[in-house]
């Protein structure tokens, strides 16, 4: 009979659906196993002596040295082919920094609380924390390279050891949540497929190759 008496909206936050306790509990762990991990999140943390590492690993996976070195080799090839690689290249990066400030201003999740923001170039939308844009940068990076470049396996394994690395150097970082991290592996997986699907060529974007 109180129930009945009830707004709508009371009487659900008494009965939260099963869905809502699964994902409450999901993000409750999410959030207790990430300040677990993140040993290098200051020097005085368990592992704060690798931080100076860590963060070497951060600039390894930053969008500014990626575009500057992409943009840089796109002007110094003599090769079409190489130069055809290479403006895909340069706009999957700049794809993957429009998408991943959009989705951050969406979420707007903050930082984890044991973050210290002392990171290396930032932007407004940095002082969110989904998704990582160190790891969908990796995952989409990861992904090209191996498609378009001939490797030795030697690199092969190394490119993709790299992927790993910088994806746990963000949560040992104190930089991102686990969940940030997943979602920036998958969002970059996918941003490939759509790199793929909209290939720069001199037949697709002939202004574009005139250019250079």
């Not at 470049?149 to 992927?163: G, Q, S």
Request: with cysteine.
């Amino acid at each position: 009979s109180t129930a009945a008496l009830m707004p709508e909206e009371d009487c659900m936050k008494l009965n939260p659906s099963f869905l809502g306790i699964a994902l409450s509990s999901l993000l409750a762990i999410d959030l207790w196993a990430s300040k677990r991990l993140g040993v290098c999140a200051r020097e005085g943390s368990t592992w704060g002596s690798a931080r100076p590492l860590m963060k070497v690993i951060e600039i390894s996976g930053h969008g500014i040295p990626w575009l500057l070195g992409t943009f840089y080799g796109v002007c110094q090839s003599d090769s079409s082919a190489a130069r055809e690689v290479l403006l895909n290249l340069l706009f999957a990066l700049l794809l993957d920094l429009v998408m991943v400030a959009v989705v951050k201003g969406i979420v707007k999740r903050p930082r984890p609380t044991h973050n210290k923001m002392d990171m290396f170039i930032t932007i407004s939308v940095d002082k969110y924390s989904f998704p990582s844009g160190h790891a969908t940068r990796a995952a989409l990076v990861c992904r090209f390279v191996l498609r378009h470049l001939v490797l030795a396996v030697p690199l092969r394994v190394l490119m993709v050891l790299w992927v790993i690395i910088v994806s746990v150097s963000r949560v040992m970082l104190g930089r991102h949540n686990m969940t940030d991290v997943l979602f920036g592996l998958l969002l970059g997986y996918v941003l490939y497929s759509v790199v793929e699907y909209c290939w720069l060529s001199p037949l697709s974007a002939p202004a574009l190759f005139a250019l250079w």
